[in-house]
T-cell receptor, first 112, second 113 residues
């Protein structure tokens, strides 16, 4: 059973517009929620995270929102740029001896 | 500081053979985790080593094994390779917590023919 679900395999957005990537999780015990970005033939790169005690975290163009009651996480990218085109993975982490569990990813394509 | 180094970058093996992949973590990082990435399956957790001990294990058959040395370098071994083992194998190092401190290597692309 999947603990982390990214239901949209792909998303296309125009440059300058907002990109919204979504993620749902099943376990309310997770401590941290993270987003990673991955280009082909490279390892994932950490983008932004949020603690379970917060509902929003911003870092430049990237904002992560956490809705604990809905067990839903989203990443907003504003404004979107062509260089943002990559696969975005949502990940969760919980407990002292936990591991990082990933969703299957959403491929974002930002067109000029 | 140097990042996470995985060797080799590419590997082609024949079905039935075995393979060993290597991962050198960031200096000072004691945790090394291994993931398998295949199309449509995302990143699936294999196992995590912390201070030479396997701390967590994913849902993979016993053909997949690993170890960690005293200098935190880790190796992953896959025996009796199957075609379905073809994937990108990623290693990540961290200090031991998960709140964003995982740094990934570029991976080893394994092709089984």
């Amino acid at each position: 059973d999947q603990q982390v679900k990214q239901n949209s395999p792909s998303l296309s957005v125009q440059e300058g517009r907002i990109s919204i990537l979504n993620c749902d999780y099943t376990n309310s015990m997770f401590d941290y929620f993270l987003w990673y970005k991955k280009y082909p033939a490279e390892g994932p790169t950490f983008l932004i995270s949020i603690s379970s005690i917060k509902d929003k975290n911003e870092d430049g163009r990237f904002t992560v929102f956490l809705n604990k009651s809905a067990k839903h996480l989203s990443l907003h990218i504003v404004p979107s740029q062509p260089g943002d085109s990559a696969v975005y993975f949502c990940a969760v982490y919980g407990g002292r001896y936990s591991t990082l569990t990933f969703g299957k990813g959403t491929m974002l394509l930002v067109s000029p | 500081k140097a990042g996470v180094t995985q060797t080799p970058r590419y590997l082609i093996k024949t079905r039935g053979q075995q393979v060993t992949l290597s991962c050198s973590p960031i200096s000072g990082h004691r945790s090394v985790s291994w993931y398998q990435q295949t199309p449509g399956q995302g990143l699936q957790f294999l196992f995590e080593y912390f201070s030479e001990t396997q701390r967590n294990k994913g849902n993979f058959p016993g053909r997949f094994s690993g170890r960690q040395f005293s200098n935190s370098r880790s190796e992953m071994n896959v025996s009796t390779l199957e075609l379905g083992d073809s994937a990108l194998y990623l290693c990540a190092s961290s200090l031991g917590g998960g709140e964003g401190g995982y740094t990934f290597g570029s991976g080893t692309r394994l092709t089984v023919v």
